[in-house]
């Protein structure tokens, strides 16, 4: 299964959706790889601060679009789970991303939410369509905070404007996300038990729908 992490925005959660995602995956046992695609290298730059003898999570690098098919194709051989972990603009690179991906993955912040970049990325998304008419794209909201008013309306206000589900599972603002992600470790290595289970139902909320497409042969 190939899972492109995108959104024209910086600092959504792309690469910690990525990096937590591929921790999880890594320990029930799937052979995970993660494709950084950002000029900032963060998910690469975890993988350097990740010590030896964790579940392998191999992280490499490439910013030239042109190299990215090939190198997803390459890594698909040898891996269950391709992670990509996008760019935060409308480059060639993005569409590389979505065209490459059975499932596309768009983390959104409920504070930082802009309609203008969101239907530039989806123009986008349409005319990839238009050739891959089978990637599957879904919301995740990220940073939920249920007190909040403006996140509690969130879910409609994206309902009413897209055509894109949301995933159930939605990521809260925790400490622990950054502090993992410093130790180029993932939250279900460490002792916060919530953010461990939030990691965990949406690990297996995706597991479901790579079921539902038929991205993994189960
Ligand atoms: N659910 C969360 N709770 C707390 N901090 C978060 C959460 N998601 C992301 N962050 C923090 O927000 C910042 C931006 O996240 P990052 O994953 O780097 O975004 P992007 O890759 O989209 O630029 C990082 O410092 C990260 O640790
Ligand atoms: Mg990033």
């Not at 925005?9 to 993660?34: D, E, P, Q």
């Not at 997803?72 to 891996?79: R, T």
């Not at 290595?189 to 939030?198: G, I, P, R, V």
Request: net charge negative; hydrophobic share 40%; aromatic share 6%.
């Amino acid at each position: 299964m190939k899972i492109g992490i995108t959104n024209l925005k910086g600092g959504v959660g792309k690469t910690t959706l990525s990096i937590n995602l591929a921790v999880c995956f890594a320990h029930m046992g799937y052979k995970v790889c993660i494709v950084d695609t950002d000029t900032n290298q963060n998910s690469l730059q975890w993988y350097g601060a990740r010590e030896e003898g964790l579940p392998e999570v191999l992280v490499v690098g490439t910013t030239d679009p042109k190299a990215l098919n090939k190198a997803v194709d390459n890594l698909h051989g040898q891996h269950d789970i391709i992670i990509m972990d996008g760019t935060p603009n409308l480059s060639e690179m993005n569409t590389r991303v979505m065209m490459a991906s059975d499932l596309l993955i768009i983390p959104t912040r409920p504070g930082a939410h802009d309609f203008r970049a969101m239907n530039e990325f989806f123009t986008r998304f349409d005319q990839v369509k238009e050739l891959r008419s089978d990637v599957a794209a879904y919301f995740l909201i990220n940073e939920f905070d249920e007190r909040v008013n403006l996140h509690r309306t969130v879910r409609e206000s994206l309902q009413q404007h897209y055509d894109i589900p949301i995933l159930n599972t939605v990521l809260k603002s925790r400490t622990a996300y950054g502090e993992a992600s410093m130790m180029g470790t993932g939250v279900f290595e460490h002792s916060d038990n919530k953010a461990k289970a939030e990691m965990v139902a949406l690990t297996n909320e995706i597991l479901q729908l790579a079921e539902k497409h038929a991205f993994i042969q189960s």
